[in-house]
């Protein structure tokens, strides 16, 4: 039988200014341990500000993305401006609720209320527009070939200027390609390298995750009954909950050049990308946006 495949893009904004990143490289804030949501950095709503103006432009870009694959495709976004944006250039738009902890949530809230039924769904992370069809086509492949797995997902090689930066998501995989762990911290970690000199080891592959991930549907819709979990908390990654509860998540690697956004200086050097590559247009930022 064939699978049925759905493809959601997710943006999703808080009131409190954070952005939710449907994946696992948003600016680190989340819950604490009672499960309630901790308050942003300070100054973190400014840099979200700018980050929700460009979101219109992101969300336009993903238009050329959307072409690019057969799947059918949703835009998910609890954000009024980014929903009249993509239904401008004929998106499909489901808002979602503030009531979702995480992108994986929002997923399945948007599995319920999609009128046909899906085997998997693929979730695209809204601020990642220059992600390629063929990275989303792999991860749906590593999900459907690997029967005792209930969710995929993607790496690339880490770059030396982001393995302390706790935006950008670390993974170990195993020899069979199953993810071990994620975490905010440097992993593995070489005690007598990074010690001596605080550099990182040039010797090993380190691994940054990507917004990109994939799930059996019918997973999807235990995923947000689980209990959050004592590493989820620690390390606010919702990826932890499904490993703490035993199940396998299938990972593949690409050599893709990551453009996540995480600051302003994110959001400038991808909207600068997306010029060079006349992916869309952009409108210029207000000077005050960070008053």
């Known amino acids: 039988m064939v699978d049925k495949i759905a493809a959601l893009f997710n943006f999703?904004?808080?009131?409190?200014?954070?952005?939710?990143?449907?994946?696992?490289?948003?600016?680190?804030?989340?819950?604490?341990?009672?499960?309630?949501?901790?308050n942003p950095p300070e100054g973190e709503s400014k840099v979200k500000r700018k980050m929700k103006t460009s979101s219109s432009g992101f969300a336009a870009s993903s238009s050329i993305l959307l072409e690019a694959i057969t799947?059918?495709?949703?835009?998910?976004?609890?954000?009024?401006?980014?929903?009249?944006?993509?239904?401008?250039?004929?998106?499909?738009?489901?808002?979602?609720?503030?009531?979702?902890?995480?992108?994986?949530?929002?997923?399945?809230?948007?599995?319920?209320?999609?009128?046909?039924?899906?085997?998997?769904?693929?979730?695209?992370?809204?601020?990642?527009?220059?992600?390629?069809?063929?990275?989303?086509?792999?991860?749906?492949?590593?999900?459907?070939?690997?029967?005792?797995?209930?969710?995929?997902?993607?790496?690339?090689?880490?770059?030396?200027?982001?393995?302390?930066?706790?935006?950008?998501?670390?993974?170990?995989?195993?020899?069979?390609?199953?993810?071990?762990?994620f975490s905010r911290g440097l992993i593995l970690f070489n005690k007598i390298i990074i010690s001596i000199s605080a550099k990182v080891n040039p010797q090993f592959p380190y691994l940054l995750h990507l917004g990109i991930q994939s799930y059996d549907s019918e997973f999807l819709k235990i995923y947000p009954k689980l209990q959050p979990t004592p590493m989820q908390l620690e390390e606010d990654l919702e990826q932890l909950k499904v490993l703490e509860n035993g199940y396998k998540m299938k990972v593949i690697k690409v050599d893709h050049e990551a453009h996540g956004v995480d600051t302003p200086e994110d959001v400038e050097k991808i909207e600068s990308l997306m010029r060079e590559r006349n992916l869309s247009w952009f409108k210029e930022l207000k000077p005050d946006i960070y008053n």
């Open 12 to 38: 999703d904004f808080r009131e409190s200014g954070g952005v939710s990143d449907g994946a696992s490289s948003g600016s680190v804030g989340g819950v604490n341990s009672e499960g309630e949501k901790k």
């Open 71 to 181: 799947l059918p495709s949703v835009v998910a976004t609890n954000d009024e401006k980014i929903a009249e944006c993509c239904r401008g250039f004929g998106a499909d738009v489901i808002m979602t609720s503030e009531s979702c902890r995480n992108g994986t949530e929002r997923c399945n809230e948007v599995l319920e209320k999609l009128e046909k039924k899906y085997d998997i769904v693929v979730n695209i992370q809204g601020d990642e527009p220059l992600i390629e069809p063929e990275i989303i086509d792999g991860v749906v492949k590593a999900l459907q070939a690997a029967p005792d797995a209930v969710f995929s997902t993607v790496v690339t090689p880490l770059k030396p200027e982001d393995a302390f930066d706790p935006n950008r998501v670390k993974c170990v995989v195993d020899n069979r390609g199953y993810d071990i762990y």
